[in-house]
């Protein structure tokens, strides 16, 4: 069997912490960012979109701030974060699809409050997770996409007809499919049946480790897609490529066990993973059979080409 571990060129669109160290944490120093930046290549990661998460404005603001300035101050740093992706804080915040992020920081999506957060990164960020249903009239999902920024829906529970209206407007992605959604929902009518319904005009994001989505479930949803519209992320934060233990997320405490699920407290919501991208492209093997170039195309492939502005691959004949 392949060793994924030994591959390089792995590209991830959703990295919250490594090895340790938290992209959100507020004493966040260079020397921490490169240490991540040198392992993640270690590891055979080539670059990735550090991921600020939800919370109050002026903290996101700052938090992207000081990731843009550490890419101008370290190649190293900015040969690694290609950008950075902001989840939040425009998201849904009802319970089950607002996840861990912290709800009394989420807000309607605006065109100011967006540009505080753009402003900060003067021009680091790349790509912004949102809920369109929390985006009146499609506004910011027009105005990010006008500037180049890529849109993703996630957290949320968009009616299929505003999900189609805001690929018109802009949208491109989906983040973490399958994720940052109720427990329970309507066994036709879904926000993943609405995604997988458009998977011809939008870039599928999944977390491949087993836990998020189970390994059945996610493969359908591959076939359903086809791997050429499917981008696998590791949501990772600090304890990925590390074991059990308390870490952080932003302000969130979160508890890792044995069995190397991160929950936020004693909600039992997930919040992000301890997988890495090697450790996903070997479960993609072993668990859905894909072939070696179906990996390659999902985790470098197509989210380098998201990454490039490109038009989605054709379905093959």
Not at 64 to 92: D, T, Y
Not at 105 to 112: E, I, Q
Not at 209 to 233: K, M, Q, S, T
Request: hydrophobic letters at 40%; a negative charge.
């Amino acid at each position: 069997m392949t060793d994924y571990t030994k591959h390089t060129g792995y590209m991830d669109l959703q990295i919250n912490g490594y090895a340790g160290v938290d992209f959100n944490a507020p004493q966040l120093s260079l020397d921490e960012v490169e240490r991540v930046c040198a392992r993640l290549e270690a590891d055979g990661v080539e670059g990735v979109l550090a991921t600020v998460i939800t919370d109050a404005l002026p903290r996101m603001a700052e938090r992207i701030a000081r990731l843009a300035n550490f890419c101008e101050q370290s190649e190293q740093v900015r040969r690694v974060v290609r950008g950075v992706h902001v989840e939040g804080p425009f998201l849904n915040e009802t319970i089950g699809y607002v996840g861990a992020h912290p709800a009394e920081h989420v807000r309607p999506a605006s065109v100011d409050d967006v540009d505080r957060l753009i402003d900060a990164g003067g021009g680091v960020v790349s790509l912004m997770t949102l809920a369109p249903e929390r985006d009146s009239a499609l506004r910011v999902t027009r105005h990010l996409a006008e500037q180049g920024i890529l849109v993703s829906a996630g957290h949320c529970d968009t009616p299929l007809d505003l999900l189609t209206d805001s690929i018109e407007a802009g949208l491109s992605l989906f983040t973490h499919l399958g994720n940052g959604c109720a427990a329970q929902v309507d066994r036709h009518d879904n926000i993943i049946q609405r995604a997988l319904s458009l998977s011809d005009r939008l870039w599928l994001c999944f977390i491949a480790d087993g836990i998020h989505v189970p390994w059945f479930a996610l493969g359908n949803y591959v076939r359903c897609a086809g791997p050429e519209r499917c981008i696998i992320v590791s949501d990772a934060i600090a304890a990925a490529g590390l074991g059990p233990g308390r870490y952080s997320l932003g302000e969130l405490g979160i508890d890792v066990g044995p069995d190397r699920v991160a929950r936020y407290g004693d909600t039992g919501y997930l919040a992000g993973s301890c997988t890495t991208l090697p450790d996903a492209a070997s479960n993609l093997a072993e668990h859905l059979h894909l072939t070696e170039a179906q990996i390659h195309q999902m985790t470098h492939a197509n989210p380098l080409a998201v990454l490039r502005h490109e038009t989605l691959h054709a379905r093959p004949n």
